[in-house]
Structure formats: C-alpha cells, structure tokens
C-alpha cells in the first residue's frame, strides 16, 4: 500500500482553523521528495497550494499565502497542512502527493483526501 492517508478535515465557519495530516508508507520515498497538499473543489481542477522542499523551504499559491503553514516530520513520514483564517473558498478536498514527480509515477500516490468543508 503505497497510497497517502489524508486526515483531520471537517466543516468549520468562516475563520476557523484545521490542521491536515498526511501519512506516507513507511520505507518511501518520502524524506528524499518534496511534498505538496493539493485541493479539488467541486467542478474545478486539482490544484497545488503549498509546497515543502527537502530543506525544509516552503512555497506557498497566492490565495493561501499567510494562512496556510505546510510542515513535515519525516521520522513519522508524516506532512502537515496548518490552516487559519479560513475562508469559504477553502471548501475543497485536500490532498497530498510528491510534486516533483513526473504525473504518471504520482498517481499511485494518490489517496482518498480529506473533506474540508468552511461555511460563512
């Protein structure tokens, strides 16, 4: 089983906070990869927020910028996706996945996601 496991969304109001786990198998690629959190709204396409290099440097789209805080443990094969201020935009399911992968090795990668659902 080599798919990520998303967890720790839910529905919260406007404002509010989540923080978003995801878990790689253990003995993968994952401490020599970047890691990504992605996020699909219904009728859009999936879309890259936030981005962690193996240095630990962080790129951030534009729309999440100073609410979002990706972060990883890679004892535990583990990113974060700490999310504050949040909007009812944000409403999407959430997923991880290594971006730096060429598509056709990613999707083996792909999971379930995480439902996060903000409403005014």
């Known amino acids: 089983q080599v798919q990520m496991v998303e967890s720790g969304g839910g529905s919260v109001q406007a404002g509010g906070s989540l923080k978003l786990s995801c878990e790689a198998a253990s003995g993968s690629i994952f401490s020599v990869n970047a890691l990504g959190w992605y996020r699909q709204a219904p009728g859009n396409q999936r879309e890259l927020v936030a981005t962690i290099l193996v240095d630990d440097s962080t790129h951030y789209v534009d729309s999440v910028k100073g609410r979002f805080t990706i972060s990883r443990d890679n004892a535990k094969s583990t990113v974060y996706l700490q999310m504050t201020s949040l909007k009812v935009e944000d409403t999407a399911v959430y997923y991880c996945?290594?971006?730096?992968?060429?598509?056709?090795?990613?999707?083996?990668?792909w999971g379930q996601g995480t439902q996060v659902s903000v409403s005014s």
């Open positions: 996945n290594y971006p730096h992968l060429p598509q056709k090795y990613q999707t083996v990668y």
